[in-house]
Structures are given as C-alpha cells and as structure tokens.
C-alpha cells in the first residue's frame, strides 16, 4: 500500500518510500498500533506520520485527533516545522504545546484546535487540568510516540503510559499507539509495554557507521607551559588541541560531553585555546531563545561545531552535520550510536563519529561500547513494576479532575497499563492509607461506615436514590481530593526530579566556579574526615554549605591527589560491557606477555578465541593499541597478576583498599556496599565507598586486603539481598531517593537542608510503608545489581573466577576525572590570590570628629597615617564600602560608641594592614584586632593565613549566629 495522489501531491517531487515506510504504512493506515524500529535517518517520523494523515482524511476525524509525543522541547519544535509543511498542503493544522508555549498561544489552541499537537510526555498530564482543553483532547484517536526508548525504562515512561490510559477513557475508546525508535534491542518488551495488541515493524540496519577511539598526545614541556597560561593541565590542553584539529578536518561538528558542567568548561577552554574557531554550546539550563538561536546556526552552517548534551541527542534535524565526536566514554553503545546517527543524517550517509580520551579507563571502556555499538549490542534497561511514585502522581492528577473518585476506578485505569497491570488491590489500599496519612487526599475505606453517598448526584435515578444498596462501583471506598493535593499536582506535573543545586564559591578569592549537586553536599558531609574533594580539575575543602543561598563555600586545599572526585550519578555502565573489558586485558596478556598468570580463573579455550576475537574487533588505530598494551603490561610487571573477566585481584594502597572487579558500575556498588557493611561492623567506623566500572575503592580504616578475601569466600549468595537490604539506609543513593520520595508523599517538602534530618531513623520509622518500600525498590532498580554479584560469589566460590593479593599496580591508581583540570594552587598562591582579593575591596572611612566620608580601593592607600582629608582627625572608622549606610548610623549611634571606636583605633594603630583585614568576610573590630595581635611584627604571608583561617570559620558558623 502506497500514499494516495493528494498526499503525494505535497511531497516534493523526488520523494521515494523508504523500507520502513513500506514495511508499516498498510499496518498504520488500518489501524494497527505499531512500534517502528529503522535506522536513524530512515523516515520514521513520515512512517508514522505519513499514514495517519491518510487516515485521518478518510474517517473525517476532527481537530486534535491525533498526539504527536515527543521527550524533549527542542525536538517539539522542530517536529512542528517538518509536520505543519505537509499539513498545510491537506488544509490541516498542526501545533506544538510545551512548557516554553506563552499563554496566549495556548489559549489559540484551545479555541481553534489544531489537528495535529505535538507535545512531550508533561504536556499530556497539564492537559487533562482544564476543563476546555479536556475536551479538546477528548477528539484524539491516534497518539504517536517518538524516540520511545528514551522514556521507556524510566518514570516519565509509566507516567506517560498512565496518562495515556487516561486519556482512553476520557476518549471512550483504545488509541491507537506508534512507537519509534532507532536503538531498541528487544522490540517485542517495549511493543508489550506500549500495548498488548502491538506489532512490531523492524528494519534491519544497511547505513554504514565508522566509529574510532583517538588518544590524544603527550604534551611536550613547551605545551605544558601553554597550558598552565589557559590554567588547563597538559593532558586537557592536549585533548582540547587534538579537538579543535578534528574539527578543522570535518565541519560542522557535534561535540557531545556527559554534563551541562563539561559542556560549560569545554566552552570556555577552547574558545580560549583555540580563538579561530567558531563554537557554540547546548544544554538544558539555556534560555529557550539562546537554545534556537544555535540551533539555527547550526542548520545554517554558520558554526564550526556546537557543543552539547543529550539535549541534541534525539532525532532533531540540524542540518548537515559531518561528523559527531563524543568527549570522554558515552557509558552506553545505545546512547553513542544515537549520538553518532546524527551526523550525515540520510539513509544513505555514513554516521562518522569519534570518541576523544585522555585518561586510561576512558580508552579501553570507550573502545568497547564503541565495538559493542557497530555490533548493534544495545542496553537492554527493562521498566520497573508498579512505581508506587508514579501511582502516587496519577492517583492526585484524577483527583484533581474528578473528585469524589472510586478506588475500584483508580485500579481499572492503572491496570490498563502494562506498567501496573500487577498492582495488587491491597497494595492500593496501603497507599491510599499512607496518602491519607499525610493529608494528600480524604480516603474512605468503608462506604458502610459512612454516612456519605457520593454515587448519588443530580443525574441518579430515583430508584436507584430510594435503594440504599452500595453500587459495585463504590464497595471498595472511594477518595476525596484536598487542598493539599491541589497544590502537589501543581507542583508535581513532571516525574523527572528536580535536584537542588549549589553554586560553588572560592572562599577566598569569591569567585564562583561552577555548580553541584545537593546529592554531593550530602555525601561529602557525612565523611568522617574533612570533607575535601576535586572540583573544576583542583582540590578543595568544603567550609559550609548554606541551603538558604543555595552555595556551597569551598576552600583551596593542596596537595590533595587522593581527594574523591564528585561526578554526579553518572549512567552505570553495565556488566556486559565490563566483562568484555576484563576480557581484552586478558587477551592482552595472553598474546603479549611472556609471563603466565598463576591461579587465575578457570578458562576454555573458546573463552580465549572470544576475548581475542572482541580484542581484534575494537576499532582502534595502533596508537591506543599500544597504549592499552603498555597500561596491562606495566600493571602485570608491579602487580604479577592482571584483573580481567575471570580474576578479581585485591590491593593495598595508601588511601585503602582497591578491589579490581570487571563487572559493571551496578554490580560494583552493590559488592562495594557489602564490603563496607562488613568492615564497618567490624572496626565501628563506616569510612568511604566510591566505585566504578572496574573497581571498588574502601577506607575504612583497620581493613586489610586479606580480609576481603576471606568475606568474598564466606559470604553465601542468597544473603546478598538480605545484607544489602539491611544496609541501604546508609547509603548515598538509598538516602537521596527516599529524600526524592519522601517529597512526593508531601513529607520533607518544607526541608531545604535534608542533611539536618536523621534519614535513617526515619527511614527505620516508616519500615513496611508504601513509601519506603518505593524508595528500596526504586533505589535498587537504579543503582543495584544484585543478581551479578551473587553470580560471581557463586563463581569465586566454586573457583570459577580466581581472587588474588597483588601488590599496587598501574589499573589501581584511579586518575580523577579531568574535564580540563588545572593545576593544584600551592599554599603561596592561595595566600596571594587573597591578598589580591583583599586590595582590590573598595573601603569607606568616616571620621568620628567630623563624619567626614572618603572612599576608595585598599590598593591605593597610603602606607603611612590615615587622616581625615577635612579635620585632620585620625579617628576614622572603616568598613567596606558595600556596608557604608550601616557604618553611617554606628557612627551616629551613641550606643554602638565603643564598637566604632576600636574600629578607629585600629585604623590609627595598623593603617593600611588595619584596613585591608577589616575587608576580609565576617571579620569585625574584635576579630581584626585578634588576628593583628598574632601576627604582630610578622610578614603579610603570617596576616593572609590569619585572615584566611578568620574567613573559613566564619563561614562554616554564619549560619548559626542568627
């Protein structure tokens, strides 16, 4: 089955079906809901959308009868574009509707609706809120659903889903349902959680994908000394030249980073770096006005290259893009292989991608996602069951239409999605109670015991009236909307959480350098030592973090080298690629080394053939190759045995221990957490815990390596899930989604600073809720693999998989994350650039005789007497200009006499030094005169460190004093 005349009639003249659009347009046309798996760049958006339009000229439906979905505003709006051109030749109408609409647009919409909305998965839910646009959407027939896999497995996913069964029954008829997407590796779980009935329409991929790893060079001294001039390391200046060179050879480019914060830093680095080109960034925080405008430079080529977030990851046409490079590993070959697709974005072009590294891990991680993308080896991330915290959502979103509302409806409709097809009655009766509890809605549970009718309204039949038999509907209770429940619907429109963020400030030069998670400030607070990390490349103190300003006040602290280092919760990296990781080490050695590895894992030949296999697939030049041999070579040589797929080996090093164990970030965690639960238990210290793909780090101090050892032999398999249960409360990720939760049950909305609050004892007070048992089962499905480490206890216990003691070696010395990282200041430099803040305050001087006013930069006093310019007094009191009015009044003021006098007498007795310290953070006339009594006769390099220890602690107590 083809388009009919009068669609081709607004396509333009060269148009062809592509195979997908073949393959589906009778199934679509007919009907049938469908989920559309094709290549990027092979149509699927016409595929969908090219026979809806068909369809909806043949039944006659009405305006808005048909849902385009899509995840994110950027690619709303250019579906909009692409769509209205074909609609406009029907004599249709389409629109799009997000959170950037403006309200008289909106209000266009719901007077004239359009026939065709594009929106993304919240727009839905703010539809069903008015009365009017209710009923525009009550004409939909068909909902279209792009880049499904890209909400499916998560909560906006089931959410979505929800609401489109909602929308059924508003609707009073099934919708038909097209899903799309180009990086699907099981079509037959997402076609089921989409609907029961759906087809699944699939298209082998024919484009070709080119995908390589570059490691950059080593710098040469001449290019570390450029480097330092940029305040960038010699491996980030490297990085940052060898990009700019790649994208001179192939423009224009997309520049994919894992955060806003690297796209930020990149930014800034190689504008400086490398002036000729022309860069732009994207991401989420912009402006929506800053984010077209690039997007438009982009499709217009008048940019070399835009560097972005996943925010340009989805199927969004900006024009002819040559080539896509991702810094650093992209965590997942689903994800890199979406990145690649967008460049040369035809079904006959080439996707060319690179991935740039300059760290050791990055290199052989980015080499195998890469081998595991051209392979067309997905993630396969399968939704969870019943999230209790949608329920919760979509349980106040009915209310807030329909009230009072039957819980036998609420089941019906939450059923109706495969998501919740298994909530079980009792369940929702736990939850209504808990909902109850905290005054989100009025639950009554036994229509017998109340006195309340609410099946009886102005439309009822008399009869019906007269008998005072309970409807089936009814038995099972209903529930009541409540103010409190209005207000979290308002607020609770998106289920994708809103972290707090905190602006990062330099203590002493009070600059801002960037911003970071509330989920940091938790965790970096809770260490038993300092709380010292790496941030923007260099090593820090934090002093205070003040939940009220929301900025988090860090010190400069050197010589940090072992500081853990926050990268947010980064995508897990899964097991399947951590495996094939161990098993190109093991190829490695095998092929390169003399040495044999004595009492590792056991191995089958065909385990050798296949690591050798995966390591001659990795699509590397020689360069990395060599790199990647010289990094297991040089490990083997200091450490004598190599962690791979089949052996775990265990270190001493001077910040604790380090497990090598190649089973994924998920995996990992949930062995770490073991381990610390155990070492905890023993030595009464919890200490701390960071993982990765191929590691576990501990200190706990008291902990040896052999002690490891003997908890990995003795701990049985099937108490991996009891154990990590028991110990989950202290853990980070446990803590913030029971925080996350616990908001939506409306209960620590009000708390800005959960660090305050003893989560674990309210975590042990709510056992068995509702809500805690969501907050388990979420953090569990997000952050745990428990199913892989009981394998792999099972393997190492049966000697499968080899565990040895090794001396330190090369693989266990885990280079921070440098996203650029500068140099580390020296004691000197911070003291400098203190000194430097200071002189450049600008002050005020008032004379207590005459109240005469002078004003200036501390730099430019004198160093002899100051005298006041009109009088000749020398009894001038100071303060820095910002606080001139308040020291106006103390000097008017008799009562605040003595307080301005100390300040004069400071003033007369120090002179410039005097000045200078009273411009330093939170320092009055009685600390000054502290810290000018300690340092007495001493150099400036003594008064910067009094004045800096002064500036520190009164910024850790600020928030105390009232």
């Known amino acids: 089955m083809a388009p009919s005349e009068r669609l081709l009639s607004v396509l333009s003249s060269d148009w062809k079906m592509t195979p997908i659009q073949r393959a589906s347009f009778k199934s679509i046309h007919q009907g049938k809901s469908c989920l559309l798996v094709s290549q990027t760049g092979s149509g699927k958006t016409e595929a969908a959308f090219l026979p809806l339009i068909e369809r909806l000229l043949d039944k006659g439906w009405g305006a808005t009868s048909v849902l385009y979905i899509s995840p994110l505003r950027a690619l709303n ?18 629109d799009v509707r997000h959170g950037d609409t403006i309200q008289s647009q909106r209000q266009r919409q719901t007077k004239n609706p359009p026939d065709i909305l594009v929106i993304t998965p919240e727009t839905l839910q703010s539809l069903f809120m008015g009365k009017h646009v209710r009923a525009m959407i009550s004409a939909v027939h068909a909902i279209i659903i792009d880049e499904i896999h890209d909400v499916a497995a998560s909560e906006r996913g089931a959410q979505l889903m929800v609401g489109i069964s909602r929308l059924e029954e508003l609707c009073g008829r099934s919708l038909q349902r097209i899903g799309l997407s180009a990086t699907i590796p099981h079509p037959k779980s997402i076609a089921a959680w989409m609907h029961e009935d759906t087809e699944v329409i699939q298209i082998p991929s024919n484009r070709s994908t080119n995908i390589t790893v570059r490691w950059t060079e080593k710098p040469s001294p001449e290019e570390v000394h450029e480097a330092t001039t940029h305040n960038v390391s010699g491996e980030g200046f490297m990085a940052i030249k060898s990009l700019g060179q790649m ?8 520049v994919f980073c894992n955060s806003r914060s690297e796209v930020e830093v990149l930014g800034q680095r190689i504008e400086r770096i490398e002036p000729d080109l022309i860069i732009r960034v994207h991401h989420g925080s912009l402006d929506k006005e800053v984010r077209e405008e690039v997007e438009l430079e982009l499709s217009q080529g008048t940019i070399d290259a835009l560097i972005c977030t996943s925010s340009l990851e989805l199927g969004i046409d900006v024009g002819p893009i040559r080539q896509v490079i991702q810094m650093r590993s992209p965590r997942q070959s ?3 292989l979406q990145r690649i697709g967008r460049s040369e974005h035809t079904l006959e072009g080439v996707a060319q991608g690179q991935i740039l590294v300059w760290d050791d891990n990055d290199l052989l991680e980015a080499a195998v996602l890469a081998r595991r993308a051209l392979a067309q080896i997905l993630e396969i991330e399968e939704p969870r069951k019943c999230p209790i915290q949608v329920a919760v959502n979509q349980i106040l979103h009915m209310l807030r239409v329909t009230s009072p509302l039957p819980v036998t409806s609420i089941l019906s409709i939450l059923r109706s999605a495969p998501t919740f097809g298994s909530i079980k009655t009792e369940d929702m009766i736990q939850l209504l109670r808990q909902m109850n509890e905290q005054r989100l809605l009025i639950h ?4 017998e015991l109340s006195d309340r009718t609410p099946w009886i309204t102005e439309d009822t039949d008399e009869e019906v009236e007269r008998n005072s038999v309970i409807p089936e509907l009814w038995k099972q209770g209903w529930v009541e909307v409540t103010g409190r429940g209005k207000v979290a619907v308002i607020e609770g429109v998106t289920m994708i959480p809103k972290a707090k963020r905190y602006v990062v400030r330099d203590l002493v030069s009070r600059r801002p350098l960037g911003t970071i998670d509330e989920a940091f400030i938790m965790d970096i607070d809770d260490a038993e030592e ?9 090593p820090w103190t934090l002093v205070e973090a003040d939940p009220e300003t929301e900025e988090a006040l860090v010190a400069p602290d050197a010589g940090l080298a072992d500081a853990p280092v926050w990268v947010g919760e980064m995508i897990p990296v899964g097991v399947g690629p951590a495996i094939e990781m161990g098993a190109v080490r093991r190829a490695i050695v095998n092929e390169f080394s003399s040495d044999l590895m004595e009492g590792c894992g056991s191995m089958e030949p065909e385990d050798e053939r296949d690591s050798l296999q995966i390591w001659n697939d990795l699509p590397l030049r020689e360069i990395e190759r060599s790199r990647l041999i010289d990094d ?5 040589g200091a450490a004598g045995v190599v962690p791979d797929d089949r052996t775990l080996t265990v270190e001493e090093r001077r910040d604790g221990i380090t497990v090598h164990c190649c089973r994924g970030t998920a995996a990992n965690h949930t062995l770490g957490l073991l381990l610390q639960a155990l070492a905890s238990t023993r030595e009464g210290r919890l200490g701390r815990l960071t993982v990765d793909t191929l590691r576990v780090q501990l200190s706990v101090p ?17 108490a991996v899930r009891p154990m990590v249960e028991t110990v989950l409360p202290h853990s980070l990720s446990m803590k913030l989604r029971f925080v996350e939760v616990a908001r939506s049950f409306w209960m620590l909305r009000t708390v800005k600073d959960p660090r305050r609050i003893n989560i674990a004892g309210l975590m042990r007070e709510l056992r068995g809720t509702p809500l805690q048992k969501e907050a388990v089962a979420k953090t569990l499905h997000e952050r745990f693999d428990i199913e892989t480490v009981e394998d792999l206890l099972i393997d190492i216990q049966s000697g499968k998989v080899g565990v040895h003691i090794t001396p330190p070696g090369h693989l266990g010395a885990s280079r921070a994350e440098r996203d650029m990282r500068m140099p580390e200041y020296t004691s000197a430099e911070v003291l400098e650039r203190l000194e430097n803040r200071l002189l450049q305050e600008r002050y005020v001087l008032i004379c207590i005789n005459c109240q005469h006013e002078s004003r200036g930069r501390v730099a430019l006093l004198d160093e002899g007497p100051l005298v006041c ?7 001038l009191a100071c303060a820095p200009e910002i606080g001139r009015e308040r020291l106006k009044k103390a000097v008017q003021d008799p009562e605040a006499f003595e307080k301005v006098s100390k300040c004069a007498e400071i003033v007369g007795r120090h002179r410039k030094r005097g000045v200078l310290t009273l411009m330093a953070r939170g320092v009055g006339p009685d600390t000054c005169q502290r810290i000018l009594r300690a340092v007495e006769g001493g150099t400036m390099t003594d008064l910067m460190e009094g004045i800096r220890r002064a500036e520190i602690e009164y910024a850790r107590n600020r928030r105390f004093w009232g």
């Not at 297991?632 to 083997?636: G, N």
């Open 334 to 336: 689903g994800r890199l």
């Open 869 to 875: 310019a009109s009088c000749g007094g020398r009894m």
């Open 444 to 447: 009554f549970e036994d229509p």
């Open 632 to 636: 297991v070579i040089e490990h083997l």
């Open 702 to 718: 008291g902990i040896k390596a052999s002690d490891i050892v003997e908890w990995l032999s003795d701990i049985p398999a099937a």
């Open 247 to 254: 994208i001179r050879d192939t423009s224009p480019a997309l």
């Open 77 to 94: 709006r250019d579906l909009g574009e692409r769509l209205g051109t074909i609609c406009e030749g029907l004599g249709l109408t389409s």
């Open 530 to 538: 300092r709380p010292r990390f790496l941030f923007a490349g260099r």
